[in-house]
C-alpha cells in the first residue's frame, strides 16, 4: 500500500497542478502545501536521514528564493514559484538539473505552441468556454505549471522515492 502511495501521489498532485494552471492559470497553494507535509511524512516512513531531509529543503528554500525573485520580476506566476520549489524538495539536488532543464525545454515548446494558437482567430463557440479564452488571451501568461508538473513526472522515476519502491519490490 505505502509503495503504491510513493508510485502515485507526487505524480498524481503534479499533474492536478498542471490541469489546474491550464484552466484557471492558477496553482491552489494547498497542493503546495500538501507536498510538503507528506514530503515529511514520507521522509520518515522511508527512513531517510536527517541530513538528506535537510538537503532536500535545502533545495526547497533556494528553488523557493529564485522563484520569488522570478515571480518579482515578473516572469513567473507565484503558484509556479511554490510548486518548483515543492518539485526540487521532492526530486532532490541529485535531479535538479534534469528537471529544471526539461522544465526548460517543456516551458518553451508550451509557450511557442500556445503563441500560434493564440495568433489564429478561435470560433465563437470554442471562445465561450472559459478557460480555452483565459489561455487565449494573451494578458494571461503562460499556464508554466503544465511545463513544472510535466517535467517532474519525467523526472520522478531516478529518485529516492522510486529507489525505495524498486528495493521494496526486489525484496519479494
Known sequence: MFETALILFFPFLMAYAAASDLVSMTISNRISLVLMAVFVLFAWLI???????????????????????????????????????????????????????????????????????????????????????RLYRADEGIPYGIALGFAAILVYPNTVWMEHVFELAHRL
Open 47 to 133: 527512513g531517510m536521514n536527517l541530513t538528506d531531509f535537510a538537503w532536500h529543503w535545502a533545495m526547497f528554500a533556494l528553488v523557493l528564493f529564485g522563484g520569488f525573485a522570478l515571480f518579482a520580476a515578473g516572469v513567473i506566476g507565484g503558484g509556479d514559484a511554490k510548486l518548483a520549489a515543492c518539485a526540487g524538495l521532492w526530486l532532490g539536488w541529485e535531479n535538479a538539473l534534469s528537471y529544471f532543464t526539461l522544465s526548460a525545454v517543456i516551458g518553451g515548446v508550451l509557450t511557442i505552441l500556445i503563441i500560434k494558437i493564440r495568433a489564429t482567430p478561435l470560433p465563437d463557440r470554442v471562445q465561450r468556454i472559459g478557460w480555452v479564452a
